[in-house]
């Protein structure tokens, strides 16, 4: 439970539901959706977040609920997003609990299982201690059970493919251990947990060059609400989701 800030002990789902509902961006530009706000009658409202969340611009209405476009942050730092925003009458409709199931990919594993890539996973504890050592009884598997040639490596959320393309189609041979360990270098502070290994994806041609069919899927209440393909896909170039992806709805979603 948390403590609201004018008033008596509410859950977080109570919290969640009181008030209109506004669209919430961070101040920076890379994020100009006030149109598609706009088309579903939503106002948007900037802000910033390091310690504290300060608003840009007044707040229409308090209490409010609010849906948050912007920059992926970790559990922990949504936690105190979530809880800071809460203590200011602006109650986000993702709970912290929604939001690390739905985050994480071992945590949503089980609903995506049948969609999924074939899919193994480590822990990691910290990244300044992590070594080889962690990571040989699941290269073991790679290469005795799953007999692939290749494999990706990514974190928990994602991938290094916008700074290091070695990670994304590495051959099995290869010292994977080792390798895991320098995704976790590589990702550094943006490291999410544990890594990831996975079968190699499918590449699409584009005019801008290869992509993957990446999605991103909107569920509320329990239904797959919409499926957007990603900023770098072009319509039309890669196949659509299958039906079966309403299994994601599965994972929890805002009620």
Request: with cysteine.
């Amino acid at each position: 439970r948390l403590e609201h800030a004018t008033g008596p002990a509410h859950s977080m789902c109570d919290l969640a539901r009181e008030g209109p509902l506004i669209a919430l961006l961070p101040a920076h530009a890379e994020f100009d959706d006030e149109e598609a706000a706009a088309a579903q009658f939503l106002p948007v409202v900037r802000f910033t977040f390091a310690d504290e969340v300060t608003f840009a611009s007044p707040l229409p209405e308090v209490p409010c609920r609010a849906v948050h476009r912007g920059f992926m942050l970790s559990a922990e730092r949504w936690r105190t997003f979530y809880r800071r925003l809460a203590g200011m009458n602006v109650h986000l409709v993702v709970s912290p609990e929604e939001y690390e199931r739905a985050h994480y990919y071992p945590n949503s594993f089980s609903a995506l299982a049948s969609i999924s890539p074939r899919t193994l996973w480590v822990a990691v504890d910290s990244p300044d201690t992590v070594c080889a050592s962690d990571f040989h009884a699941a290269e073991q598997v790679i290469r005795n059970d799953w007999q692939a040639r290749f494999v990706l490596l990514k974190d928990y959320v994602k991938s290094a493919k916008d700074c290091d393309q070695r990670f994304m189609n590495v051959e099995v041979e290869h010292d994977l251990a080792d390798l895991a360990c320098d995704l976790v270098a590589t990702r550094r502070r943006r490291f999410n947990r544990g890594v990831v290994e996975w079968v190699p994806l499918v590449h699409y041609s584009s005019r801008g060059g290869p992509v993957t069919n990446e999605w991103r899927l909107f569920v509320a209440k329990g239904a797959l609400i919409s499926a957007d393909h990603n900023s770098f896909q072009e319509a039309g170039v890669c196949d659509e989701p299958p039906p079966q992806i309403i299994s994601a709805a599965q994972i929890g979603s805002p009620t």
